[in-house]
């Protein structure tokens, strides 16, 4: 049997972003998740500006003052991005983890606490600009085999398989044990909707910060 440490995610991912097109159709059933209440992190709408097209929306989390983590691929072709209705920029960006750190000026939040190893975890969203818990499980560490375009050489990913049914949008989304703190970063859900989603491991997160 092949240690599910090592194996690669499938190729039928779908990144968890929205474009404002498809608001109708998003369904808002959120479950309590037991994520430590005041104790978790802050979560953040970020809207990324693209060329004349609607800007694309994903979610971040507070990462300390003046620090939001969000995932990489919703900052493809920006031109402006806000967070929390602030104006942010870049800091630092790592696409084959799909991670990056965004500056917000003004941001003001405590350092964000990374957990270990654990099944027990949910997710914080969004929902109608306010956050909420959403249930969902571990169901196992992987390494994610990834290339940005056809030909390109690989990279891997250290992941989480999540048994966890997430919207459009979510992208970015804050993986939480039940003491407020990251295991990891949403970033995809199966593309067949069969209640399977994709985070970037923290421990990937951790290295990312530290070389803030």
């Known amino acids: 049997m092949s240690d599910p440490r090592h194996t690669a995610a499938p190729h039928f991912l779908r990144a968890a972003i929205r474009r404002p097109l498809a608001l109708g159709a998003v369904a808002c059933v959120v479950l309590a998740a037991g994520c430590g209440g005041n104790d978790r992190p802050e979560v953040l709408r970020v809207i990324v500006a693209q060329d004349g097209l609607l800007p694309e929306i994903a979610t971040g989390v507070a990462a300390g003052d003046e620090r939001v983590l969000t995932v990489a691929h919703a900052l493809d072709g920006r031109r402006g991005v806000?967070?929390?209705?602030?104006?942010?920029?870049?800091?630092?960006?790592?696409?084959?983890?799909?991670?990056?750190?965004?500056?917000?000026?003004?941001?003001?939040?405590?350092?964000?606490?990374?957990?270990?190893?654990?099944?027990?975890?949910?997710?914080?969203?969004?929902?109608?600009?306010?956050?909420?818990?959403?249930?969902?499980?571990?169901?196992?560490?992987?390494?994610?085999r990834w290339s940005e375009e056809p030909g390109d050489p690989p990279s891997d990913r250290p992941g989480l398989e999540l048994a966890a049914t997430v919207d459009p949008g979510d992208s970015g989304a804050p993986v939480l044990d039940p003491h407020g703190r990251l295991l990891g970063v949403l970033y995809a859900r199966a593309d067949d909707d069969d209640g399977t989603a994709w985070a970037v491991d923290a421990s990937a997160v951790r290295r990312l910060l530290l070389d803030d």
């Open 82 to 144: 806000v967070v929390g209705g602030r104006p942010a920029r870049v800091l630092r960006i790592d696409r084959g983890l799909d991670l990056a750190v965004l500056s917000v000026p003004g941001l003001r939040a405590p350092a964000l606490r990374l957990g270990g190893d654990g099944t027990r975890a949910g997710l914080v969203v969004l929902r109608d600009g306010r956050a909420r818990d959403l249930a969902g499980s571990i169901r196992r560490h992987v390494l994610v």
